[in-house]
């Protein structure tokens, strides 16, 4: 089992940048395909980002067109999300998964774990 926890969230003005992070407990998480997700008020949760478990493969949705990069460091049990260039439409809870799977999913009933999201806001 995998416990993750979001942190970096919080208020950003359009433009600025803000990096998330997601801690994951257990020995494996070196073995999990990690997920960003993210749900903004009155829409559905949709898919962000997601990279291989050995760092070597990524997906982007359409929508992050070069702004966010996802990253994670086995070492360190973290996954992360760089975003960059935020805009009023990026505001949204943020949430990280793990997926045991072996290729990249960008479905989120697709995985396994879940952390209980970190909100982004961006003001204009």
């Known amino acids: 089992q995998v416990q993750l926890v979001e942190s970096g969230g919080g208020l950003v003005q359009a433009g600025g940048s803000l990096r998330l992070s997601c801690a994951a407990s257990g020995r494996t998480f070196s073995s999990y395909n990690m997920g960003w997700f993210r749900q903004a008020p009155g829409k559905e949760r949709e898919f962000v980002a997601a990279?291989?478990?050995?760092?070597?493969?990524?997906n982007y949705a359409p929508f992050v067109k070069g702004r966010f990069t996802i990253s994670r460091d086995n070492a360190k049990n973290t996954v992360y999300l760089q975003m960059n260039s935020l805009t009023r439409e990026d505001t949204a809870i943020y949430y990280c998964?793990?997926?045991?799977?072996?290729?990249?999913?960008?479905?989120?009933?697709?995985?396994?774990?879940w952390g209980q999201g970190t909100q982004v806001t961006v003001s204009s």
């Open positions: 998964a793990a997926d045991r799977s072996t290729i990249l999913r960008t479905t989120d009933y697709e995985y396994d774990y």
């Open positions: 990279i291989g478990w050995t760092a070597y493969t990524t």
